[in-house]
């Protein structure tokens, strides 16, 4: 039968890849990584040995990894502009970065970033057959009724996966939950960098009085 579906109020998860300018490009970078390792691993006692750790510094950005953050701003230009689309001209801006370390057998916890407003995942390191989950949010609302789906996908499904791999950049809204599950196939560290945007400028309008200058 002929018919429409419409996939109202969708959650946006972009994927894009950087790619190191050069061999000098790829060598600084990994001495930046092992460099913000060297300074130090937040061990945050008592810390759960399932759970991945982070890193001391939460500004890395600030000071290393110049060429991957260029990248990444480039790419919150076009996902403000596809996604976001705002009226009014706003500096979006990275706030904190900081680098996960996810060890075999560990797992990063369901969560989302308060106080921002784009999120997003640098991979520096994958394991094979890597991924991120995300949660949809409705899910408590939709699941209080429990109907066993034949065969999960989009529609029907409280959780997602998208593969990962080395060098790719995903950006999606604060508020959209995710976490990492236990690989049990892993082998090595996985590495990764998170970051959190926020915005500069005119917010709202005086005359609908939501006005707020940043």
Not at 30 to 51: R, V
Not at 190 to 206: C, D, E, K
Request: glycine share 4%; charged share 20%; proline share 6%.
């Amino acid at each position: 039968m002929r018919h429409e579906l419409h996939g109202l109020f969708p959650s946006p998860v972009y994927v894009a890849k950087y790619i190191p300018a050069g061999e000098l490009d790829a060598k600084q970078n990994a001495t930046d990584i092992e460099d913000i390792i060297k300074e130090g691993i937040l061990n945050t006692l008592p810390h759960p040995a399932h759970l991945s750790i982070q890193s001391n510094d939460s500004h890395i950005f600030d000071t290393k990894l110049h060429n991957i953050k260029k990248c990444i701003e480039d790419h919150i230009k076009e996902y403000v502009r596809e996604v976001i689309n705002p009226a009014e001209e706003l500096e979006y801006y990275i706030t904190q970065s900081w680098l996960n370390i996810t060890r075999p057998n560990q797992e990063h916890h369901q969560h989302r970033h308060g106080n921002s407003i784009i999120s997003g995942v640098f991979y520096v390191k994958t394991w094979e057959h890597d991924s991120i989950s995300f949660h949809d949010a409705k899910a408590p609302i939709v699941q209080r009724m429990e109907l066993a789906p034949k065969e999960y996908q989009i529609w029907n499904s409280a959780e997602w996966y998208i593969p990962v791999e080395d060098n790719n950049i995903l950006l999606f809204p604060s508020w959209l939950e995710h976490g990492v599950n236990i690989n049990p196939t892993a082998t090595g560290d996985r590495i990764s960098i998170a970051f959190n945007v926020f915005a500069r400028g005119l917010f709202g309008h005086p005359e609908t009085l939501n006005e707020l200058i940043i």
